[in-house]
């Protein structure tokens, strides 16, 4: 009696383990992939450009006379302050000068003191009648010669003053100079010869061009914070980002534009203005800038690893409760917060896809493993470029 329960018992068993072991196959081929609900935040659109840095002020240094350079004052590539003695031009011949001069100005005034004083008898003598009116006249115009000869004289060591100043070049503002164009010995022609450049750093300028439509929206922006655009453009905040990924970026404003739109580009040249204590920011640095582009609205995120491509539209993932996955074509918006804009497609209450894109298809059923994602992504090298 014992053996005929057994069997069937035996049977059952067997039976049970061909029906799970489908099961258990079917669950270890499920591929395994991080899911996540999207961010759900308020935003503001940044619209972004790229541009270059250009320093507020910057100089040519020539030299104000002609003469053989003695003397340079400055390392290259340092720091001066307005000021700064840069350079030394000979200065003998310009000493030699100005003694002339002032010789010439001693001789036109002892000339002067005997005009005077034969003036003053020829016009006492002149008053009794002992000398003709016009020796007087005579007297008198040799009086007055010699008064312009000595005013002549005193400008000319005036000049020549001026002239030994400037055999001395001195930094016209503050800044980074450049390295020596020319070296002691050499012959510097008065206003055309550069001896170097300098330019100021703190603070610093990024131009950038701006399409029209954005242009305008800036314009009005500008507007209703009581300012025009070529006017300090309202001081719109605006972020750069340089190619350093270790750099955070740098926070200025608007601060000027261009009076008209170019004929052929359709583009207005815009300024925004930085400080620069550090001097981390270079003239003629490229850079990213991002401009506030719209008013404060709830937007969706996801992270750009997210999105997939159906030829030409744009898909994200999404897994349902019972694990199935399926597709939603999405409209994309700027980048914000190290995520990426859902204009439309999504509601922000999708489970979606985040890591292991290649492994899922429209249909099979996969493994999630459920991640939150910060309110704000940590902006990778690539991306920050």
Not at 8 to 21: D, E, Q, R, T, Y
Not at 69 to 78: C, E, K, S, W
Not at 85 to 97: E, G, N, S
Request: hydrophobic share 40%; no cysteine.
């Amino acid at each position: 009696m014992l053996r005929k329960w057994r069997l069937p018992a035996i049977a059952g068993v067997f039976v049970s383990l061909l029906v799970s072991a489908p099961a258990v196959a079917q669950d270890a081929q499920m591929p395994t992939v991080t899911v996540a609900k999207p961010v759900v935040r308020d935003v503001i659109d940044a619209d972004e450009f790229i541009g270059r840095f250009e320093a507020v002020d910057e100089v040519s240094i020539r030299a104000r006379v002609g003469g053989y350079l003695d003397q340079v004052f400055f390392t290259d590539g340092a720091m001066v302050k307005k000021g700064d003695k840069l350079f030394v031009i000979d200065q003998r011949p310009f000493r030699t000068a100005l003694s002339q001069a002032e010789a010439s100005l001693e001789a036109a005034r002892s000339t002067l003191v005997f005009a005077e004083t034969t003036f003053k008898r020829t016009e006492s003598l002149a008053g009794t009648g002992t000398l003709s009116v016009s020796r007087l006249d005579d007297d008198r115009r040799a009086l007055l010669s010699a008064q312009a000869n000595v005013r002549g004289a005193e400008a000319a060591v005036e000049r020549a003053k001026l002239d030994l100043d400037y055999t001395t070049i001195t930094a016209p503002l503050s800044g980074r100079v450049d390295r020596r164009l020319i070296s002691p010995g050499n012959l510097v022609q008065a206003d055309q010869t550069v001896l170097t450049t300098i330019v100021s750093l703190d603070p610093i300028d990024f131009y950038f061009d701006v399409d029209e439509r954005r242009l305008l929206s800036y314009a009005r922006t500008a507007r209703e914070r009581g300012s025009a655009l070529q006017e300090g453009a309202g001081s719109i905040p605006v972020l750069v980002t340089i190619a350093d990924a270790n750099e955070p970026p740098f926070e200025g404003k608007l601060d000027f534009a261009e009076n008209r739109v170019d004929n052929e580009t359709g583009t207005m040249r815009v300024r925004a203005r930085f400080a620069n204590p550090k001097f981390v920011l270079q003239p003629g640095l490229f850079g990213r800038v991002e401009v506030e582009g719209s008013n404060t609205y709830r937007a969706v995120l996801v992270p750009d690893e997210a999105i997939a491509a159906d030829q030409n539209e744009r898909i994200v993932y999404v897994v349902g409760e019972d694990g199935s996955v399926a597709t939603k074509p999405v409209r994309l918006g700027p980048r914000l917060h190290g995520y990426r804009v859902i204009r439309s497609g999504l509601t922000g209450d999708e489970t979606v896809v985040v890591n292991g894109l290649m492994r899922v298809r429209p249909g099979v059923k996969v493994k999630p493993e459920l991640v939150v994602l910060p309110p704000e992504a940590a902006q990778s090298a690539e991306n920050a470029q």
